[in-house]
């Protein structure tokens, strides 16, 4: 089992920028590829920018792409998503998550970090 845990989200004004943190426990946190997930109100989850165990390549939907960065520590367990030039539509619950190596999918999930971004 994997335990993900997201922090770093708030209310910032468009054209600001946040950092949101994802710390993993349990099992080996750098064998998995993670991943950042958002949902808006009255809309379905949707993929927003995922990171390859190694931390060598890096995916990103077209909405975010040059203005959100995904990254990774080893080390510390930990995922990163520094976004900048935030716009309102970045609204959302931010999700973290985990995809072990067998499995090819997004099993295991945090429990989600606020984002408000103000016009």
């Known amino acids: 089992q994997v335990q993900l845990v997201e922090s770093g989200g708030g209310l910032v004004q468009a054209g600001g920028s946040l950092r949101l943190s994802c710390a993993a426990s349990g099992r080996t946190f750098s064998n998995y590829a993670m991943g950042w997930f958002r949902q808006a109100p009255g809309k379905e989850r949707e993929f927003v920018a995922k990171?390859?165990?190694?931390?060598?390549?890096?995916y990103y939907a077209d909405s975010v792409k040059g203005r959100f960065t995904i990254s990774r520590d080893n080390a510390k367990n930990t995922v990163y998503l520094q976004m900048n030039s935030l716009k309102p539509e970045d609204t959302a619950v931010y999700y973290c998550?985990?995809?072990?190596?067998?499995?090819?999918?997004?099993?295991?999930w945090g429990q989600g970090t606020q984002v408000t971004v103000s016009s």
């Open positions: 990171i390859r165990w190694s931390g060598g390549s890096t």
């Open positions: 998550a985990a995809e072990p190596p067998e499995s090819g999918e997004f099993d295991y």
